[in-house]
């Protein structure tokens, strides 16, 4: 039995992860997501926030919101950047490879707003922009998680 039969299928849960580094373009994504959900929802989707250190951080977080039964989906949110000490690619791929394990082998959804860009510096022209770019982004996520929702509800109804 999946974690989505065993909830009250009028009230919806959604865990939201957000990394530390960068918080405040990182929280940006949060609140539209937030914003988003609320108001398409009609208050029938609660979101719990989760604040963890860095992006690495994000997949372990997700399989334990995953196997507590108690989300119909996650979402997490970073801002993965090049520090000049290590390669953010790698950090980029361990996470999103991270995340899609944890929603094969639990069967939660995972949604990923973890975001690398090429050339991020700290100017404030970038930092305006992905302030700006994540208010978008929280948007996005917040569509194709409800979106998943519903289609994975109707699967369900239909068995």
Same mark, same amino acid.
């Given at each position: 039995m999946d974690n989505l039969s065993q909830q009250n299928p009028e009230i919806l849960r959604v865990a939201f992860i957000k990394a530390g580094w960068h918080a405040d373009?990182?929280?940006?994504?949060?609140? $539209?997501?937030?914003?988003?959900?609320?108001?398409q929802s009609n208050g029938c989707c609660h979101v719990d926030a989760f604040d963890v250190p860095g992006a690495l951080e994000i997949p372990l977080l997700a399989q334990d919101l995953a196997n507590s039964g108690q989300y119909h989906a996650i979402i997490a949110s970073a801002l993965i950047v090049d520090g000049?000490?290590? %390669? +953010? *690619?790698?950090?980029?791929?361990?996470?999103? *490879?991270?995340?899609? %394990?944890?929603?094969? *082998?639990?069967?939660?959804?995972?949604?990923?707003?973890?975001?690398?860009?090429?050339?991020?510096?700290? $100017?404030?022209? +970038?930092?305006?922009?992905?302030? *700006? +770019?994540?208010?978008?982004?929280?948007?996005?996520?917040?569509?194709?998680?409800?979106?998943?929702?519903?289609? %994975? %509800?109707?699967?369900s109804l239909a068995a």
């Open positions: 373009i990182v929280g940006q994504c949060y609140q $539209s997501c937030l914003n988003y959900i609320k108001q000049g000490i290590y %390669r +953010h *690619d790698f950090v980029s791929s361990a996470v999103i *490879d991270g995340i899609m %394990r944890v929603q094969l *082998d639990t069967g939660i959804p995972v949604f990923s707003a973890v975001l690398t860009p090429h050339h991020f510096h700290e $100017s404030k022209d +970038h930092k305006e922009f992905f302030y *700006d +770019h994540f208010k978008v982004k929280g948007q996005e996520v917040a569509e194709a998680c409800l979106m998943m929702i519903a289609i %994975r %509800r109707q699967i």
